[in-house]
């Protein structure tokens, strides 16, 4: 390699779609946050810039101001982190997929989003001169699903933030009115979390066994779920099941921390990072035998049929009833969750960057 083309190789301009950074983060929203993050840690000669919305063309963004934007700027590669890339570009394009629920899970969704998707992943699976998903399991659901050459795809998995470690507080627990042992959900509250069936499976254990938890559900309000406050009166669960809304990185550490068991019964997800960070503040886990899930997890926590009431209900007796069983799972978390860092997904993700140019 000559003087000059290494030097080249050393000095990339990466545009990442800032758009995901505007609102409350969620998932998203954190991994193109931490993402950035380490790239300019793991790439400091690489020049890494968010675009979003700007000027007179905000309404028509992905099919045409963006691709004049990135036109009139000397940006190498696009990296569109939230499943969009913009409609026509002359740069290469990265697009992250990390799920295909709106489509294989098209039930549990707004309508109005599963349209939107139906037509526009395809057409950006093909479009993006690279896929990224954060599992071997998405991956094989994007090339069956739009026909694409498993080359054309990598996956980097993602991993808890550096916030999320052991942290004790004990008014945060006194003001959410937690005084005893608890079980711990953390998400959206969105269908496909399957908190119905959790909900249920909780009544089932106070109603069999002398145990008496509360469960604690962290999260914010999602879609197709506004009934489900009041589904917890008619059981009369309202004081037995605890609703804290969104809350803070540094809130939900004192809970994964506190917790007798952390819950997960995902129907479906793409990788499912709130297990790993549950384990990396010490909780035990219990969570659903579904691929992705077993993917992240191995063999480092109590799996279950998310579908199975009963399998649900005994899992989480089993946890609260034997100490020994909690301290189990909590070493096997802290030991496997060890495994994954945003260091890692940074440099995996910069290999792709660097494989188009």
Known sequence: MT?????????????????????????????TLELARNLAVVAPSDSFTFVEPRGLLKKRWWSLGLPLHLLHNSFDVFHGTNYEIPLWSRRPTVVTIHDLSLL???????????????????????SASKIITPSNSVKSEVCEAFGVNP?????????PRPAFKSREDPELLRRLGIDRDFVLF???????KNLRRLVDAFEQLLRSTSLSPKLVIAGGQGW???DFGSSLKQKGLEDRVCLTGYLQDGDLCTLYSSCAAFVYPSLYEGFGLPPLEAMACGAPVITSRIPSLME??????RLVDPNDIDDLARAMIEMLSHEHVRQH???????????????????????????LL
């Open 329 to 355: 799972y909590a070493e096997l978390g802290r030991n496997h969750v060890k495994k994954f860092s945003w260091e890692q997904t940074a440099l995996k993700t910069l290999d792709v960057y660097r494989g």
């Open 296 to 301: 992240t997890v191995g063999g480092a926590a």
């Open 151 to 159: 080359d054309k795809v990598a996956v980097t998995p993602e991993a």
């Open 224 to 226: 197709l779920m506004d």
């Open 104 to 126: 294989l899970h098209s039930e549990v969704h707004e309508q109005r989003l599963v349209q939107r998707a139906r037509w526009r992943l395809p057409l950006m699976a093909k």
């Open 3 to 31: 003087f000059c083309a290494f030097l080249w190789t050393l000095l990339m301009k990466i545009a990442l779609d800032g758009m995901p950074l505007a609102s409350q983060l969620t998932g998203v929203g954190h991994y």
């Open 186 to 192: 953390v998400g959206t509250i969105e269908p496909r």
